[in-house]
Every structure is written in structure tokens, then in C-alpha cells.
């Protein structure tokens, strides 16, 4: 069976199995999945902080949700960002890091539901930010990739229109490949959902097969774990 093959094969069996919900009926997102111990969650931070680094992410530790706050405004001061986009968190209360924010004169763009007429104002509001933050539903140890749900108040143009991103995960919900987590999101939210999976800075060869960054989405990617 060639490699390919044996990806299909891993989702196909991740899908049939029970999945862990990760969002409620609403939409909201769930905080379900169970807590590992702490040695072992300890080894998958680890391996999620070596294997992002080798794709060009840069891991800027685990930290509790005060200085995860602190962090986002330390990065903010370093890329001498004006603007910054700030989407709902799922474990982490994101109002917290938007306050901070704002009170270091820095404009937060907080996306919402809007009318179809106001969409492309706020798409346009977060392609002119410099920084987009936001909270992955999940990350992938064995690859570095953050696995996002988007909804109306986490939409996927945040990963994709600012260059910079930095995108934190709860501890527990760092899980070891992508089989598991695509098991606990669960193919419901797969089709209801776009689902952004992130490895790294966005990256291309299709020109001249040469790597360029940039491209497509964030020329660079911080990350971060809540303990």
C-alpha cells in the first residue's frame, strides 16, 4: 500500500470510529477531551514543539492563561503590530488578550456574525491586520499541525490573511496524530465546518519548484501551549 493509500486509510478508519464531540449543537466548542497525564502530556508538548520548529514555526513555550496574555502583547510589541484580530478562544477567555491589547494601543478587530453586505468589510479588516491570534481546537504532536474549526466568531481568513499568526492549544488537547484528532472532531463538524489543518508558515513550489514564503497565508507562525 503506497503512502497515500495509507493516509486515506487512517482518516477512513479515524471517521468510523465514536468521535469525541468537540462542538455543542450550537456551535460552541466543547472542552471534552480527556486530560492526559502529565508525563505523557509533557512528552506530546514536546514532540509538537520540535516537529512545528522543523517546519518553520517558531514555539514560544507553554504558559497559563496570564502569561499567554502577556505573550500576545509581547509579540505584538516585537513585530511592531497596529492592528490585530483576536478570535473567540474555546478554553482560554479571549476577551482577556483583547483587552490587554487595547489598553497597549493596539486596534483588535474581534470578528462577529455580519450580514452578507458587511462581510467583505470585515474580511477586508482582517487582511490589514498585522497579527491574527487564535486558540486551535486541537494540534497533532507527530507533526507540528494545529487542527482549527472555523466558525462565525473563529473564521479560517484569520489563518490566512494576516502574515503573521500566532495560534495557541490547550495542553490536553495536543493529541498524537492526525488519525485521533480527526477521530475527536468528528465528521459531523467536518461537514458542517471548515476545518484548517496548520503545519508551519504557509510555504509553496510552484514556481520553478523553488520554496517560497508567504504565499498563501502567514509568512510567519508563533505558537503557544496552555498548561
Known amino acids: 500500500m503506497g503512502a497515500f493509500h495509507k493516509i486515506i486509510a487512517n482518516v477512513k478508519s479515524a471517521l468510523e470510529r465514536k468521535p469525541a464531540p468537540a462542538l455543542a ?9 480527556p486530560i492526559s497525564n502529565a508525563a505523557r502530556r509533557a512528552e506530546l508538548i514536546a514532540q509538537f514543539s520540535r516537529e512545528l520548529e522543523r517546519v518553520g514555526g517558531k514555539f514560544l513555550g507553554d504558559h497559563s492563561e496570564t502569561a499567554l496574555k502577556d505573550q500576545a502583547i ?6 511592531n503590530a497596529k492592528s490585530v484580530v483576536v ?10 488578550i483583547r483587552k490587554a491589547l487595547s489598553h497597549n494601543k493596539i486596534t483588535v478587530i474581534e470578528p462577529a456574525r455580519v450580514h452578507d453586505e458587511e462581510r467583505a468589510t470585515l474580511r477586508e479588516q ?3 491586520s498585522d497579527l491574527g491570534i487564535l486558540e486551535a481546537d486541537y494540534a497533532i504532536a507527530s507533526t ?6 472555523a466558525d462565525t466568531r473563529r473564521p479560517s481568513s484569520i489563518t490566512i490573511l494576516p502574515p503573521v499568526n500566532f495560534i495557541y492549544v490547550a495542553a490536553d488537547r495536543i493529541m498524537p496524530t492526525m488519525a485521533e484528532v480527526i477521530s475527536a472532531v468528528g465528521p459531523d463538524n467536518f461537514a458542517r465546518h471548515r476545518v484548517a489543518l496548520v503545519t508551519g508558515p504557509s510555504r509553496t513550489a510552484d514556481i ?7 504565499v498563501h497565508g502567514p509568512k510567519e507562525l508563533f505558537a ?4
Request: contains cysteine; proline residues 0%.
Open 126 to 128: 482582517i487582511a490589514q
Open 74 to 79: 509581547e509579540l505584538a510589541r516585537r513585530i
Open 87 to 96: 478570535g473567540d478562544g474555546l478554553t482560554v477567555e479571549a476577551k482577556a
Open 208 to 214: 520553478e519548484k523553488m520554496i517560497v514564503i508567504g
Open 25 to 33: 449543537h450550537d456551535g460552541a466548542h466543547l472542552a471534552s477531551t
Open 224 to 227: 503557544a501551549v496552555v498548561a
Open 144 to 149: 507540528g499541525t494545529f487542527c482549527i474549526v
